[in-house]
């Protein structure tokens, strides 16, 4: 493009390209990473590719920044204002820049919006910020072009769907990392086009059926899939080797099989997989063809109850939508459908208690799948103020504002955000069970507890959800139980909590649940060794990429071992009671 000589003297002209690129610079964390990574691994083309887009995009920002046409310049101020803001506030939230998995786990968990914009407030405010700067940098006039200059820039008023479509085509050829360290101004919303285009036309498989009943009589009248939220099996304990009061009271009702992997880091993933029948060495295939839990306690006689109590006043849920992974179709096999709604935070775990005990009256076998609340984020909106035992606390000021977080982590400390995670501990686990083990009959009911996920704890650090096969270990760390006071059946499961201690996970879970409902131990070994049987491995797994195959039929593992197992839950005791103790 040929601009008159007199453009370049305007000091218009500089100071949009300054605070252009000022504002790129400023908006492109993972630049420096990816560029670093390509040159450590020497891959001259993609260094080539990589840099060809970038000096590629910023020329399309720059054409963008200085369109004449008001009402276009406006309109990709306002776009690329958005999906800057969208990807900044997401690092600021995690410390990770958003990728195409973030993308797809953000829809299916989008009925949190409300809750989650709750407890990353501040990064909220920062991507507030971003978006004003972004399209004031944009949409301010540009200095006045006239002739073949202003023609061209009318002409190429929409070439920036050029380099999104060319990041979409990346996504699809290469893989879900292929737009990493690109511009961010451009690549977020590459993103959400390859997301929804692959969910709008990826085919959707038939379920199996369940073929054969049960080969032997169910071992409890009532079966119960107790799944917390956001539970670190470290705080299931008060002290070095000492559980939870709850816990220790009614330590003749439960097999503790100490700390498991879950199936994956993610609320979304983990539930499905334990729902859905995953198998870890077919885990795409499995989850979108097995047979469901329910479609199994349906074969087996039991009716089937489903209580959601994560939906409160915070969230964006309609009364009919669903969550992690679950689909109309799947609800048709529940024969009771509960979303706990319009009850505020501290009381959501209590009105599903409620519910369950309900349910537990009936005649019939019944089978129940349970999400609590939990510890869920934001955490000090789970319990009531009587049970703030752990101070200090952030303030109010501290978590009104920006300023109040920045100097809540100024000196690095999480002291003050712990402390509410353990009393939501204190309220939501603790407290829920000393209830639920006095009101709850249990002589002919099995509970089985776990959590979706663990936490990680770390200034400006998401707490789970991390991709990839370095995240934390500890966001696939959960406490793992069997509650019941069939004595036969609960001395069955201490035998197995000895033997199987610290190396369980979850997907031990679903034929476990076969075991219970009474089916052949040919259709449990499908899907891989229940709880019952002597594990040998000391390395587990939890997924931590996409399960469906949106994107990749690759999916992608975080390995823990028993060891570190061990050091990152210090306050559980090496092994697990040997007996089931008497009253």
């Known amino acids: ?188 919303i590459s993103i959400a086009t390859a997301v929804g285009y692959k969910l709008s036309v990826q085919e959707i498989p038939k379920r199996k059926m369940v073929e054969d009943k049960p080969k032997y009589a169910a071992k409890v009248k009532h079966l119960v899939y107790l799944v917390d939220e956001s539970i670190n099996p470290d705080y299931v304990y008060t002290s070095k080797g000492k559980l939870l009061d709850s816990f220790m009271q009614n330590q003749d009702k439960i097999a503790n099989f100490g700390t498991a992997v879950s199936g994956s880091n993610c609320s979304a993933r983990s539930n499905a997989i334990l729902r859905l029948g995953a198998t870890r060495d077919n885990l795409i295939e499995s989850v979108r063809t097995s047979p469901t839990i329910w479609q199994y306690a349906k074969k087996a006689g039991f009716r089937t109850v489903y209580i959601d109590s994560q939906a409160s006043e915070k969230t964006v849920t309609k009364p009919n939508d669903f969550q992690n992974y679950m689909t109309s179709e799947e609800a048709k096999l529940i024969d009771k459908f509960y979303k706990v709604k319009n009850v505020e935070g501290p009381d959501l775990d209590y009105r599903l208690l409620e519910i369950m005990e309900e349910e537990l009256q009936s005649d019939k076998p019944t089978f129940i799948y349970a999400n609590k609340n939990g510890a869920h984020f934001p955490y000090d909106d789970n319990y009531p103020k009587s049970a703030e035992i752990y101070l200090p606390v952030p303030t109010g000021e501290e978590n009104s504002g920006l300023d109040g977080l920045m100097e809540l982590y100024a000196d690095g400390s999480m002291e003050p955000v712990i402390n509410t995670y353990k009393n939501s501990i204190y309220w939501t686990v603790d407290k829920f069970f000393e209830k639920l083990f006095d009101e709850v009959d249990l002589s002919d009911t099995a509970i089985i507890y776990t959590s979706d996920h663990g936490q990680y704890f770390e200034p400006s650090s998401t707490t789970h959800c991390t991709s990839g096969e370095n995240a934390p270990a500890t966001e696939g760390l959960v406490p793992l139980m069997v509650m019941t006071d069939k004595k036969p059946l609960l001395s069955n499961f201490v035998e197995s909590a000895a033997t199987n201690y610290n190396r369980t996970d979850q997907f031990s879970l679903f034929p476990t649940v076969l075991d219970l409902l009474g089916y052949s131990e040919e259709l449990q070994n499908q899907y891989g060794p229940d709880l019952l049987d002597p594990i040998l491995n000391n390395v587990s797994a939890f997924n931590t990429g996409d399960i469906l195959g949106v994107i990749s039929k690759d999916t992608v593992w975080r390995e823990v071992s028993q060891q570190e197992r061990i050091q990152l839950v210090p306050n559980a005791p090496l092994q697990a009671p040997l007996k089931v103790q008497a009253h």
């Open 1 to 188: 493009m040929s601009l008159s000589n007199s453009i370049f003297y305007s000091a218009r002209f500089w100071l949009k390209v300054a605070t252009l690129l000022v504002f790129v610079l400023f908006t492109n964390q993972g630049f420096n990473f990816r560029l670093e990574y390509l040159i450590e691994t020497n891959n001259t083309t993609t260094i080539i590719v990589f840099a060809f887009l970038w000096l590629f995009s910023l020329l399309i920002l720059l054409l963008v920044t200085f369109q004449q046409n008001t009402l276009i310049r406006l309109f990709w101020a306002l776009v690329i204002a958005a999906t800057t803001a969208v990807s900044y506030g997401f690092y600021a939230a995690g410390g990770s820049e958003l990728e195409v998995l973030d993308v797809l786990e953000l829809w299916q968990a989008r009925h949190e919006t409300g809750r989650a914009f709750e407890h990353f407030h501040h990064a909220v405010i920062k991507a507030g910020i971003v978006a004003f700067i972004g399209f004031v940098v944009i949409a301010y006039p540009p200095p006045k072009l006239t002739g073949r200059a202003r023609t061209l820039l009318t002409a190429f008023a929409w070439l920036p769907i050029v380099p999104l479509l060319m990041f979409v085509a990346l996504i699809f050829i290469k893989s879900d990392r292929a737009v990493a360290g690109l511009p961010q101004q451009l690549s977020p």
